[in-house]
C-alpha cells in the first residue's frame, strides 16, 4: 500500500482542472485534502471581510463536493508549517501536493516550508492551477521581464493555445480514518453582528458548479455584447467570473480553451471572443508584474511617486467609502461596492482616480479598502488596479489623465439606470442633471425631492480645483533625477 500524499488547497478550489490533485489521483496514493486559514502569515495582507465571506461558501462547497467523490476536506487554521508537520507525523505522509502561489507573502512562505520538509524528507510536488503562463514563462526576446502589457499580451498569444482542461476525477480515494478538522463554521469567516453580507446572498453562488454556472451564462447571454458592452456598468456584458477565478473554482486554462472552442465552432463572436481573453492576459500579466517586483506591493513602481504630497483628510475618505462624494457616478460606484462585494470595472477605475486625484489620497488607502470589500479582492490585480489609475505602475494611465466624475457618468452611464439603483435618493433627477445635480436649477431638484446638503451632499471638493491641484502636485514626480527615472523605462 503507499504511503499517503496530502493535496494542499489554497487557491484552487476546485476538482477539475487542478493539477496538484489530479496528479495525486493519479498515484493511486490514498489521500488526504487539507485548506489552511494561514492568512496570519500574510500579515497586513491578510483575507479582507468580504473575501472571508466567499471563502466560507466556497469551502462548505469544496467540502461537499469532496465528500461526494470519496474523500474527506480538512479544515485548520494556524501557521501552514505547524499544521502541516502535526499532519505529517500523524498520519505518516510521505508527499505534499500543492498548485503555486505568486503574491510575495506566499511565494515566503511556501519557499520556507519547501525547504523544511525537504529537510524531513517529505516529497513535495508544485504545479500552475491559475495562470495561464507562469511570471517567469513570459520573457522578453532579450529573456528579460515585461512592464508593457501589448508586448506580453503579444508574448503570451506567441506561446499559442492552452492544453485541453483535466475533468475532475471520477471517484477520490480518500485516505481511511481521517479524524475531523475545524468545523467550518469555527473558521469564523462569517460576519455576524451586523451581517452586512446578507445582500450578497442572491447575487453569488461561490463554488465550482456556481463558476461554472456563471462561465455558462456569459458564454450563451453575454460574451457577444462584451467588446462594446463592458465598459457601460449598466449593460449586462461582462463575466462576473473575477472572484470564481481568484478562489481557483474554475481555472484561467478553462475559461480560455471553452472560449476559444465557442469561437471556433462560430458559435460567440471573434472580436468580442480576444477582447474578453485579453483581459485574462492582463491578469497574467498582474502577476507577473508583482512576482518579479515584489516591493510593488506596497511601493510605487515608479519611484518618481516617492516623493508625491498624499494628502490624509479622513473625512474626505470616509465620504468617499460611503458613497457620499456628492459625484452621483462615484458614489454608485462605492455604494455597488458595500451592497454587492463587487465594482464594475469602468467604475473602479473613475472611484479610484477620484480617491487618489481629486481627494489626493494616498493609493494604498484605496487598495486597502478595496481589498477589505471586494469579493474578488485579489492583491495583483488590486495592486495593478490602483497603481495603474495613481499613474505609478508598469504601463499606467499617465498621471494627468484625471477621469472627469461627472462626464464619465454621462458617457458611460447616460440613461442613469446605474447610477439610479444606488443612488436612489436622485433617481426622479431628469438625466440631464443626474451626474451633476449642483447644476440643476432649483425648481428641478425641488421637483425630484432633492435638497443637496440634505437628501443628497454637496460635492465634497471642486472638480476644476480639485484638477488643478492634483496636475500642480503631479510636479513633484518631474523632479526626481533621471537615474530614478531610468529604472522603469
Ligand atoms: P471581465 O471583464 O469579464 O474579465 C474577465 C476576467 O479577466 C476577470 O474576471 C478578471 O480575472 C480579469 N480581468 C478583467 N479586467 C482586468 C484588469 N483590468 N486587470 C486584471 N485582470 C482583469 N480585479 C480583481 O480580480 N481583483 C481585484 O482586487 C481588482 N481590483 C481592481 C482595482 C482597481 C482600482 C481597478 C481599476 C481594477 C481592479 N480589478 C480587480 C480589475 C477588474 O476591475 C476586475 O477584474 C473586473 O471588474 C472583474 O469583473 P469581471 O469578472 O466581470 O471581468
Redesign the pocket.
Known sequence: MPSPILVWFRQDLRLSDNPALLQAVATGAPLHFLYILDDADAGDQALGAASRWWLHHSLAALGANIKAHGGQLTLASGHASEVLSDLITRYGIEAIYWNRMYEPWSVARDTALKSDLKDKDIRVETFNGSLLHEPWAVKTKAGGIFSVFTPFWKAVQALGDQETPGDAPDALNGAADVEPGQALKELDLLPTKPNWAAGFEPLWQPGESGARAMFEAFLSERVSAYSDG?NFPATPA?????AH??FGEISPRQVWYWTRSRMESGAIPVDAAWS?LR??G??DF?RHLLFNNPHTVSGNFKPAFDAFPWQDDEDAFKAWTKGRTGYPFVDAGMRELWQTGIM??RV??VT?SFLIKHLLTDWRKGEAW??NT?I???LA??V???Q??AGCGADASPYFRIFNPFTQGEKFDGDGSYTRKFVPELAALPDKWLHRPWEAPDEVLRKAGVVLGKTYPKPIVDHGKARERALRAYETTKSVNSSSQQKVA
Open positions: 463592458r461582462v463575466s462576473r467570473l473575477s477565478l481568484h474578453f483581459e485574462l492582463w491578469r498582474n464594475h470595472n473602479r477605475m479610484a478595496f481589498r471586494l474578488d479582492a485579489d490585480n488590486n495593478g488596479g490602483w495603474w489609475t
